[in-house]
């Protein structure tokens, strides 16, 4: 019930959050975050990328290390002198021999690897990596393509096949994305899963930041004393509803405020992305994000009040915050994994399960066109989810800020919620 007491409460949780310095360089700083972890990946990926690395490659023919050399000399990292590579024919038989000879250098690293390419590569292409560390996907990513392409030129070499055909045999299949919807086909980037991811991220880290907070709010107004104060002039329902309506309101404007540059982009066409980053999300699917994080915010927020009214200490408030961070946790993934198939029926049932719905469902969208009938089931099941752990939390709450004393157990929190009215 909205009355004089819990706007008063309102009031006062939006002054000390609103106003504060976190809240301040907070909503300034994920933006920033954001685009400078994207940036330290692209960083890291250059730097290693021009790691300098010392390689043999051994094959009983002389004809194929020639075949892998003329390949590799066209690629950069080899015109550039980041790797350097020796080659070594070596007969099936005389391999362990060779292979113990360098054995001592491959450890000390002064040989970082030495890829073995025998006479059933012909057949399976299946070559052999010796190194100190050996799971070096760098290396094959570079490596992969010159010596397949080595072999393919040797495998044909004498059928009769003209220069064209053999390149057509060396190219791979690239996909063209095409999104169908109700009214049109257009093509399709990598955007929209930028966009699912970052709205994936901006929940998860949103419900996490604001939960915690609210958990420690509750935990220090209760150890020491403001609670007992505040309760003597307003009911533990009010107080509860104020701190949770003055949390969400303050949410919701960081969130729009994160979502701003989306919004702005997504409105106009002031800005050129590359075709590969073009998205297309609606208004109203922003909308409907808005919507299902207000909706989750409340009910997260009020699983943390709960958490935090039952403790005396932080210690033990961290022991409790856990199963409500596996509730997050868990849908974060699975809208993590909907980047690798959109249509997974993982993702399409999660999205319409209590708790994990207000996180995935929003990934979904922006990947897919959910139908309405969708949407609508799964703000309803958010709307009934809230209303359920509102009730249960309030009953929680109600005890637990005035309860002292050790943390109550299972069975006893069952009674609360019995008991309470």
Do not use: C
Not at 202 to 212: A, D, V
Not at 401 to 413: F, M, N, R, V, Y
């Amino acid at each position: 019930m909205l009355n004089h007491r819990v706007i008063s409460v309102i009031k006062r949780e939006l002054k000390e959050k609103l106003l504060s310095k976190s809240f301040i360089i907070m909503t300034a700083l994920v933006p920033v975050l954001m685009f400078g972890v994207i940036g330290f990946q692209v960083f890291l990926q250059m730097y290693n990328s021009d790691d300098a690395m010392t390689l043999i490659i051994a094959s009983n023919s002389e004809e194929l290390n020639t075949q892998v050399k003329n390949e590799l000399s066209a690629e950069d990292f080899i015109k550039s002198g980041h790797y350097k590579i020796d080659y070594a024919v070596v007969e099936k038989e005389n391999f362990s021999k060779y292979l113990d000879s360098i054995k001592k250098n491959l450890f000390s690293e002064k040989i970082n690897g030495l890829i073995y390419i025998p006479d059933s590569s012909f057949k399976n292409k299946d070559l052999q990596y010796y190194s100190k560390i050996s799971k070096n996907q760098e290396v094959f990513n570079k490596l992969n393509k010159p010596i397949n392409n080595a072999l393919i030129n040797i495998y044909f070499k004498g059928k009769s096949l003209t220069e064209d055909e053999i390149g057509y045999i060396r190219s791979s299949v690239e996909f063209s994305s095409f999104r169908i919807s109700s009214d049109q086909i257009e093509k399709e980037g990598y955007g929209n899963q930028i966009i699912s991811f970052l709205l994936s991220f901006l929940l998860y880290l949103s419900l996490i930041i604001l939960g915690q907070t609210m958990l420690r709010n509750v935990v220090q107004e209760k150890s020491n004393k403001v609670a007992e104060v505040l309760l003597s002039s307003l009911s533990a329902k009010e107080l509860m509803s104020g701190k949770i309506a003055g949390t969400t309101v303050t949410g919701v404007i960081q969130m729009i405020i994160w979502l701003l540059p989306v919004i702005f982009t997504a409105s106009t066409s002031w800005f050129m992305l590359p075709q590969e980053l073009l998205f297309s999300i609606s208004l109203y699917k922003i909308l409907f994000f808005i919507i299902t994080y207000s909706l989750g915010l409340v009910t997260y927020l009020g699983l943390f009040a709960a958490a935090g009214a039952i403790v005396d200490n932080d210690q033990d408030a961290q022991s409790m915050i856990w199963p409500v961070m596996i509730l997050i946790m868990i849908p974060f993934f699975i809208s993590i994994s909907l980047q690798s198939n959109p249509g997974s029926i993982i993702g399409r049932v999660s999205s319409l399960v209590p708790f994990a719905s207000l996180i995935v469902m929003p990934a979904r969208i922006a990947l897919v066109d959910v139908p309405v009938y969708e949407i609508l089931l799964s703000v309803f099941i958010n709307i009934l989810t809230l209303i359920f752990v509102v009730i249960i939390s309030g009953k929680i709450y109600r005890l637990g800020i005035i309860a002292t004393g050790k943390k109550p157990s299972p069975k006893e929190l069952l009674n609360w919620i019995k008991t309470s009215k």
